[in-house]
């Protein structure tokens, strides 16, 4: 099993641009979810998942969009790339009512 | 609101010494507490867990206590080795619904050699 697997590792965006994230993972795992890390800051929820089809808001949601088409995938999507958003974002699955979240390696954003 | 906090940002330790990472929590209605580790570079790691009806629960070199009353957590890590050198994280977990995972800022462990 590859676990989760999170790309681009690295990207620089202009601010006004758009990007996707990609989220894999093999597990089967019902839910997902999306973080972002910031310095002295932990991390902090944007969008998660409970299933294909099933997508809610977190608590740092706006200027990102996600969907869940699959069990597999979770992409996050950049409408339009703020300087704000410069940070690392890590993706996590975990199986319902477990404690146990697998994450990616992250990706390490900068919007200039 | 929902807050999970640190009481120290950073902890330097000697190796073979025991360390204590502490948390402070509020949000009374959390099911499960859980420690995570971070290694620089990597994702975080899930360490260990306690379930909110309990107060000790031991691992691998690991113990988590909570104590309830003053809402505070704790993760003791026995016979501290170099490769526990890390960020870590103390979370909670929401019952119901999606049993959302609220993360701490995070106390970094230096070991030293």
């Known amino acids: 099993n590859a676990g989760v697997t999170q790309t681009p590792k690295f990207q620089v965006l202009k601010t006004g641009q758009s990007m996707t994230l990609q989220c894999a993972q093999d597990m089967n795992h019902e839910y997902m979810s999306w973080y972002r890390q910031d310095p002295g800051m932990g991390l902090r929820l944007i969008h998660y998942s409970v299933g294909a089809g099933i997508t809610d808001q977190g608590e740092v949601p706006n200027g990102y969009n996600v969907s869940r088409s699959t069990t597999e995938d979770f992409p996050l999507r950049l409408l339009s790339a703020a300087p704000s958003q410069t940070s690392v974002y890590f993706c996590?699955?975990?199986?319902?009512?477990?404690?146990?979240?697998?994450f990616g390696q992250g990706t390490r954003l900068t919007v200039v | 609101g929902e807050s999970v906090g640190l009481h120290l940002p950073t902890l330097s330790v000697q190796e073979g010494d025991n360390s204590i990472i502490n948390c402070a929590y509020s949000?009374?209605?959390?099911?499960?507490f859980i420690w995570y580790k971070q290694e620089s570079g990597k994702g975080p790691q899930f360490i260990i867990d306690i379930r909110s009806n309990m107060d000790k629960r031991q691992g691998q070199r690991v113990t988590v206590l909570l104590n309830k009353t003053v809402k505070h957590l704790s993760l003791q890590i026995a016979a501290t080795q170099p490769g526990d050198s890390a960020v870590y994280f103390c979370?909670?977990?929401?019952?119901?619904?999606?049993?959302?995972?609220?993360f701490g800022t995070g106390t970094k462990l230096q070991v030293i050699p």
């Open positions: 949000n009374s209605a959390s099911d499960y």
């Open positions: 979370a909670e977990k929401s019952e119901g619904g999606y049993q959302k995972v609220t």
């Open positions: 996590a699955s975990r199986r319902g009512g477990n404690t146990e979240a697998f």
